[in-house]
């Protein structure tokens, strides 16, 4: 790979510092992957590829033609153009694939957020909670144990709720269910009678 980054550089006519500059990165950076000290990462190579209109095969394998074709397509050539990222170039591949009226939802979407805040008055880059930073909902809401009571409580409050809806309240029942339960039972009951 380092002799393929000096190949382009050089079919280019471009010094290391040109190179770096166009990439964004340090001269001593292309100079390091040229001795083959370091090897490019994935999003560097992606930019090689992209900036320099290189073949992404040849460049990893050496395989096929060191240049792609000039673009054809007009969104290939839009992103050649303006050197739009891979994320820039999804984004309109995307936009231009919805179908019209979907666009036109977006474009109406983003036309009322404008009406808003030009018909209000709000400078939209202030923070929307002012100028100290929000409190906890616990806070907001002063919820605590205490406040919320006991299981007893809770209890109580629920059992005076549902007798204001007339629901009768639960009882516990005990189903006996052989004769040996109901003598064990009367045993206890005569026990505790005691």
């Known amino acids: ?3 393929r980054i000096k190949k382009i ?3 280019l006519d471009l010094t290391q510092q040109k190179f770096a500059d166009k990439l964004g990165v340090k001269r001593n950076t292309i100079a390091m992957y040229e001795m083959g000290k370091t090897v490019p990462s994935k999003q560097t190579i992606t930019s090689i590829c992209r ?3 290189v073949n992404k095969e040849w460049f990893l394998n050496g395989t096929g033609e060191m240049f792609k074709a000039a673009p054809s397509d007009v969104l290939d050539q839009l992103a050649y153009k303006y050197h739009l ?3 820039d170039y999804v984004m309109v591949e995307k936009f231009i694939n919805m179908r019209p009226e979907a666009r036109r939802a977006i474009f109406d979407y983003m036309q009322e957020v404008n009406a808003a805040f030009a018909n209000s008055g709000i400078d ?3 923070p929307a909670y002012g100028n100290k930073p929000p409190e ?8 605590s144990q205490e406040h919320l009571g006991t299981p007893d409580s809770v209890a109580a409050a629920e059992a005076e709720y549902e007798k204001s809806l007339g629901i009768v309240p639960k009882t516990k029942s005990v189903v006996l269910n052989t004769t040996a339960d109901i003598k064990e039972s009367n045993n206890k009951v005569y026990k505790i009678s005691n």
Request: proline share 9%.
């Open 9 to 11: 550089r050089k079919e």
């Open 136 to 143: 906890p909902m616990d806070e907001i809401l002063n919820i």
């Open 124 to 126: 939209p880059h202030i």
């Open 1 to 3: 790979m380092k002799e």
């Open 85 to 87: 990222s891979e994320a």
């Open 51 to 53: 900036e320099f209109n």
